[in-house]
């Protein structure tokens, strides 16, 4: 079974300047979501789809970012403008079942983000 | 809301003994779960064990195993026979709710010495 692909895999940017980050995640999982994590922190949840709708986004800095997942498949997230405090690394993670408690979720390897 | 409290930044374990690793959790939800997670210094995060509020018995993962204590609220993983692969950040979790999500701690650092 193929893993959660992200990409890129490091991004290095200006403050002010956009980016976009993908997220493939296993195949069949509806649930997706996207973490940020800060260095030295623990992953904090920015956004969670269940298909194609979204289902929390309360911790999402909505004036500057922005995540889809049209098809119900794969997800963006993109930040625009970026500043110096969304240096991070980026997960996205699945889960097959969404609100049985005992289906883990299966996170990507991440996109370290480093805005200069 | 839910919130976990990781109060060990780091903690150091001779090769071949065992550590535990502290969690504790707040939550108004009567059905809940609580994780453990590995993340190496590569960044990936490696699911390790699950337990469930209602499950009577502790959870057992090979050389892992959750002590919960529900009236203490409390979740810490035990690592026996600790090995220098074992030396990595430990993340534990929980999950429940009508959103199906996980909120993290802050982790401990493991480190296993030779």
């Known amino acids: 079974e193929a893993g959660v692909a992200q990409s890129p895999r490091y991004k290095i940017i200006e403050k002010r300047q956009s980016v976009a980050f993908w997220c493939n995640p296993i195949?069949?999982?509806?649930?997706l979501y996207w973490y940020q994590q800060i260095l030295g922190q623990g992953p904090k949840l920015l956004i969670q789809?269940?298909?194609?709708?979204?289902?929390?986004d309360s911790q999402l800095p909505k004036d500057r970012f922005s995540a889809e997942r049209l098809k119900g498949v794969d997800s963006t997230l993109k930040i625009q403008p970026a500043k110096l405090e969304d240096s991070a690394v980026y997960l996205c993670?699945?889960?097959?079942?969404?609100?049985?408690?005992?289906?883990?979720?299966?996170f990507g390897n991440g996109t370290r983000l480093t805005v200069t | 809301a839910q919130k976990i409290t990781q109060t060990q930044p780091g903690m150091f374990v001779q090769e071949k003994e065992a550590v535990t690793l502290d969690c504790t959790y707040d939550?108004?939800?009567?059905?809940?779960?609580l994780f453990w997670y590995k993340q190496p210094s590569s960044g990936e995060m490696i699911f390790l064990i699950y337990?469930?509020?209602?499950?009577?018995q502790n959870a057992t993962e090979g050389r892992y195993s959750l002590n919960f204590q529900k009236a203490r609220k409390s979740a810490n993983l035990v690592i026996s026979a600790s090995q220098l692969g074992d030396s990595a950040m430990y993340f534990c979790?929980?999950?429940?709710?009508?959103?199906?999500?996980?909120?993290f701690g802050k982790g401990t650092l493991l480190t296993v010495n030779p």
């Open positions: 979790a929980i999950g429940g709710g009508s959103n199906y999500k996980l909120t």
């Open positions: 939550t108004s939800d009567q059905s809940y779960g």
């Open positions: 993670a699945s889960t097959l079942s969404w609100g049985q408690l005992n289906s883990p979720l299966h």
């Open positions: 789809f269940q298909n194609n709708g979204v289902v929390d």
């Open positions: 195949s069949g999982h509806a649930t």
């Open positions: 337990q469930g509020s209602y499950d009577e």
